[in-house]
């Protein structure tokens, strides 16, 4: 099969064709080269391979895009050896566009395209053709495949994608800066021709700016560009393909330009002079006028640093700048005084707070200004002598007395005289009161240094011809100190005195109190009162250091026979004249434990080393109560249930009730006391009296030998006292319904040697001194306290 294709757009493109040459009645084999299909042996023979004979070979087909024709595009032809023209073949088509786009003579083999192709949309199509026996539909030859190429023509404009474009230039910027670099694209094959090839020109925006033809990167073209002349620039770019030639097609994009500000030009003040009034009431630190230098430029390059440069303006006033208005700020560092200076000269200069060297040959980027201040006369207020007055008064002085002056005098030239008064809202006004024309301060009653030592006032001071006009002063009034308060003793602390204190044993050391002050009040002397007798108990020593020693007299307290004891210390000072006061101590007596330096009761140290709180103490207190009630309702309980009369059936009437009670030995003395039943009288007086240990006898008996108890309770009936309690027995209502066995023992009497007791034996008192008994310990505490007792009744 051979496959033929015309165009007469397109010189160039010829028509391939590929005969299969095979053996065959109408077909030639040349002899002098041997074919695909043969092969040559050694011995210069050919040998012949016989294969299915093969019709067409394809290669490609080429079809010109955006055809607008009114016939159809010839695109090529398809034939098949086996075609004899007869029409018994058929050739068919199919692939991408086959039947729609593409369609083929079934007869003839002729290719043609229906509809205007754009290569920029789809390059090529791929197709199957065969050619078929018509009348059996078997296939001729096998399926062959081909390809149509759209050939490209210069159908599209170059385009920008990104347009338009904004780019930004620093101003005096050199010839040939880089500005910004564009790039268009065209649709048309790169690869064929030069319908994609593009060349870059400027329509606008010469002569400030070029670009470069081929990459597109525009740059600066003129020198010196200033910003302050001209800030933005419009510069507009053409594209066009076909290499620039005349009908290539062309697009073309905008940029706009911005030039960028450096610091090119220097402040300027519109004017070299300036005048400004000030008056003289302006307050210091206020500002009282501005100045302005005008910059061209931008941002930090504006910026603007003001100074005053001479001394006589430096002294008086200062200026700064204010960021937002650029402006220079003039401010008043101290008081104006029109009756001293009434002008004042300022240099001020302005200078760029960011310069670029770059730029150094243009000058020093600063200029001056002279600024002229004329000050204004006011009527101003009085003016005090003094910023401040301290004065000072002593205490209890009569009403009326002077404290001091003040002065204000009127600064204007007309010397208007001045009014003094007190400010009312103050509570100054109720101790002093001041002179209207003088200014003199006087009390209005009796100051109290102790109740206040200073007072502050306020002194306000007015101009007769303008009151309006005020200005105030503080004084402040120290009250001196008089001797007027009695000392007094400082009883913070409680005095305590040990039973087991000593003669001489220092029990508190005494300090005194005054409410005058440190220079009448700094040295103190103590006495008992002289006419007081003496007392027996407690002795005072004065320390000639302020403080005072309170000494024991005699030997051992006893808090249940006197707890509280009452001393009066005279106090004197050390002023002018002295003063003198009698305090009160009271001393609590109470057994002591000694704790390092610190001495405390008993129950206070129990409770102090226990560490309880009060709710503690509260919450033991309330548990033993109900412990006791729980107890005496069982009690109650056990008694109130109801006895048998009979214990045991061996018990007919008689109980004998058994006590088993051991002894103390000889010390004691109180587990059963046979004086009971010797001595009816004492047995009554021991009956409610055991538990209460007797008494030291106040009286002093002459002296005799001793007798032994024994001998005096012998006098005593003993049938008698039996008796008595017999009857007592029988008339008891509380005892049981049944009889009740009572013993008593009855040694007899008139031994002649009498107890060997060492309790009832007569002896000499030991001269031995129990006081060490005490550095023992609180264990040998009592026993030290019977011993000294019985030494005490000795003495006595």
Not at 160 to 184: C, I, K, N, Y
Not at 293 to 308: C, H, P, Q, T
Not at 453 to 465: G, K, L, Q, R, Y
Request: charged share 25%; aromatic share 8%.
């Amino acid at each position: 099969m051979r496959i033929s294709t015309t165009s007469c757009l397109c010189p160039f493109l010829v028509c391939l064709c590929f005969i299969q040459r095979c053996y065959g009645a109408s077909h030639h084999i040349p002899t002098k080269v041997p074919s695909k299909n043969q092969t040559k042996l050694a011995n210069g023979e050919t040998e012949v391979h016989h294969r299915p004979k093969r019709g067409w070979i394809w290669n490609q087909f080429f079809v010109l895009e955006e055809h607008m024709g009114p016939d159809a595009q010839y695109v090529g032809k398809l034939h098949s050896n086996s075609d004899k023209g007869d029409g018994s073949v058929r050739y068919i088509l199919s692939g991408e566009g086959a039947g729609t786009i593409f369609i083929i003579n079934e007869e003839t083999g002729d290719i043609h395209a229906t509809k205007s192709l754009d290569r920029e949309r789809k390059t090529h199509y791929v197709l199957h053709a065969q050619a078929l026996d018509r009348n059996t539909e078997e296939a001729l030859e096998p399926k062959s495949e081909f390809i149509i190429k759209v050939q490209d023509i210069n159908d599209n404009a170059p385009k920008f994608p990104d347009g338009p474009f904004v780019a930004t230039v620093p101003e005096m910027s050199e010839v040939g800066t880089s500005v910004l670099q564009v790039t268009a694209t065209d649709a048309d094959d790169p690869t064929y021709g030069n319908s994609a090839r593009i060349v870059y020109s400027i329509l606008q925006g010469q002569p400030y700016f070029s670009v470069d033809p081929k990459t597109g990167i525009i740059r600066t073209a003129l020198a010196n560009m200033d910003r302050e002349a001209r800030e933005h620039y419009t510069v507009v770019i053409q594209a066009k393909d076909m290499a620039g030639q005349v009908g290539g097609l062309s697009g073309s994009t905008t940029i706009n330009i911005t030039l960028t500000d450096v610091n090119d030009n220097p402040p300027t003040f519109p004017q070299k002079n300036y005048q400004l009034y000030v008056p003289e009431s302006a307050q210091v630190g206020k500002p009282v006028g501005k100045i302005k230098a005008n910059d061209e430029d931008l941002g930090v390059n504006a910026d603007i640093k003001y100074s005053i440069i001479n001394s006589e303006g430096a002294n008086m006033f200062s200026i700064s700048t204010d960021r937002d208005t650029r402006e220079g700020i003039i401010s008043l560092k101290k008081p104006l005084n029109y009756e001293r200076k009434k002008t004042y000269t300022l240099h001020i200069e302005g200078t760029n707070t960011h310069v670029d060297p770059r730029f150094s040959y243009l000058g020093s980027f600063k200029d001056t200004a002279t600024l002229k201040i004329t000050v204004g006369d006011v009527d101003e207020a009085p003016i005090f002598s003094m910023d401040y007055y301290i004065m000072d008064v002593y205490e209890n002085v009569p009403s009326g007395t002077e404290v001091g002056m003040v002065t204000a005098r009127d600064p204007d030239s007309r010397n208007s005289p001045v009014r003094y008064f007190l400010d009312s809202k103050e509570e100054g006004v109720r101790y002093f009161r001041i002179e209207e024309n003088s200014g003199l301060i006087r009390t209005t009653q009796p100051l109290d240094r102790e109740a206040m030592p200073w007072h502050n006032i306020t002194v306000m001071a007015s101009e007769v011809d303008s009151p309006s006009l005020l200005s105030h002063v503080p004084v402040t009034v120290q009250v001196l100190d008089v001797n007027d308060n009695p000392p007094e003793i400082a009883t913070d602390e409680e005095v305590i005195v040990c039973e087991s204190s000593r003669p001489g044993q220092l029990i508190q050391t005494v300090t005194a109190v005054d409410k005058d002050d440190f220079a009448n009040g700094q040295r103190f002397s103590f006495a008992l009162p002289s006419q007081l007798p003496v007392n027996p108990n407690f002795t005072l020593k004065d320390n000639e250091d302020s403080t005072a020693s309170i000494l024991a007299r005699r030997r051992r307290f006893n808090h249940l026979t006197q707890e509280l004891y009452e001393l009066p210390i005279v106090v004197w000072d050390g002023g002018e004249p002295s003063l003198s006061g009698t305090s009160t101590l009271t001393l609590r007596v109470c057994p002591c434990q000694s704790y390092g330096k610190v001495r405390m009761c008993q129950g206070e140290a129990f409770l102090s080393s226990a560490g309880l709180s009060t709710g503690a103490l509260i919450a033991i207190l309330l548990c033993i109560v109900i412990l006791l009630a729980i107890v005496v309702l069982f009690i109650t309980l056990r008694r109130s249930k109801k006895e048998p009369l009979i214990i045991s059936e061996e018990d007919i009437r008689e109980n004998v009730v058994t006590y088993d009670d051991e002894g103390g030995g000889e010390a004691d003395t109180e587990a059963f006391d046979i004086i009971a039943l010797r001595n009816p009288a004492a047995a009554e007086e021991l009956k409610f009296r055991r538990d209460v240990r007797p008494e030291t006898r106040k009286h002093v008996d002459p002296p005799r030998s001793r007798r032994s108890p024994s001998v005096e309770l012998d006098e005593v009936d003993v049938h008698e006292f039996i008796k008595q309690r017999l009857v007592e027995a029988d008339m008891d209502t509380s005892v049981p319904p049944y009889d009740s066995l009572q013993t008593y023992a009855y040694e007899g009497q008139g031994s002649p040697t009498g107890s060997i007791s060492p309790l009832d034996s007569p002896g000499t008192q030991s001269e031995q001194d129990y006081n060490y008994l005490d550095d023992w310990g609180p264990e040998f505490q009592k026993l030290a306290e019977l011993y000294g007792e019985a030494e005490s009744d000795v003495t006595t």
